[in-house]
């Protein structure tokens, strides 16, 4: 009999053992954070003759949070999520979401890609989570109904958008602002009925969503970068031989290399398209007078040790020092 099984699973073709991530991403299929996925599952089907492949769930409505906690419970295999949804459960998600905390595309790369890169995906697996691969969602910056967002003097007393449990929710408050805590789909009633004066996100959400016909005025701040995050559920890792876990890891790469340089282009394109829409585009952002005024309020949402460590790390290898 165990003869007989044994020529049996000899005998089955590969395809029988095929294994099938579930993904989620919110974003939809056109989206480079999308497309990241796309790549990373042909790679994992090109170098495994289809024994692996990840089916894409994207444009989904559940909300970021919802799908950590599928991710948690085993519920779900990966997810593209923004870092900001894991602030609650993995406290150095929080450092790359701060406002002002990288002065360059190339600059938040490096971070990335370093130590405290390595420290982050570490940190995740008493999370229960895995991390794969650290995505482009673009920088987030100022739009408004009434004009440019140009220093920290044009935001007082004005009523923000932020959605529940944002990081910098708290500074912005300290800088005169008055929070209004909104999902995303209720942003465009809030602009048009004057409950909400400031907003921020990418260009290419901006013009997507169509909020230049309801705010017109967008100052290019970039101001936030956070970073997406591809992460998988611990199980589904552990159900990988350590042969097939190196193979991901090094597909992920590749694929984190591919939907950089495609949301680079995706902003670049955006940029193009909100000057035809009649959008007013300002550049004239008063960066060190906002970094100084969100300097002292880091201490508001940077709490535990590791992120203060981490945080003044960061800044000391930013800071040049005085000339020689």
Known sequence: MRLLLALILVLLPAAAFAQVFHAADSNLPDHPTVQGIDALDRVLRERTGGRLSIDITSGTTHSESFMVAQLRLGRLDMARVSLNALNGVVPLSVIPTLPFMFESRAQKWQVLDGAYGQALFASLESAGLVGLALYDSGAYSFFAR?????????????????????????????????????????????LATGAVDVAEGSLPDYLTANH?????????????????????????????????????????????????????????????????????????????????????????????????????????????????
């Open 146 to 190: 009434t004009g440019f967002v140009l220093g920290p003097g044009d935001l007082k007393g004005k009523r923000m958008r932020f959605q529940k449990g944002h990081t910098s929710e708290a500074m912005f408050r300290r800088m005169g602002v008055e929070p209004v805590i909104a999902p995303s789909p209720a942003l465009p009633t809030l």
């Open 212 to 324: 230049w016909t309801l705010a017109p005025w967008f100052t290019v701040s970039r101001h936030i970068e956070p970073p997406s995050i591809l992460v998988m559920s611990l199980g589904a890792w552990r159900s990988l031989s350590p042969q097939d876990q190196d193979l991901l890891r090094e597909a992920a790469r590749q694929s984190q290399a591919a939907q950089r340089a495609l949301m680079a282009r995706h902003e670049a394109e955006a940029e193009a398209r909100v000057l035809q829409t009649g959008a007013k585009l300002s550049r004239g952002f008063d960066r060190q007078s906002f970094k100084r005024a969100f300097a002292p309020l880091y201490s508001l949402v940077v709490r535990d040790p590791a992120q203060i460590a981490w945080l003044r790390r960061l800044a000391d290898a930013a800071d040049p020092g005085p000339a020689k």
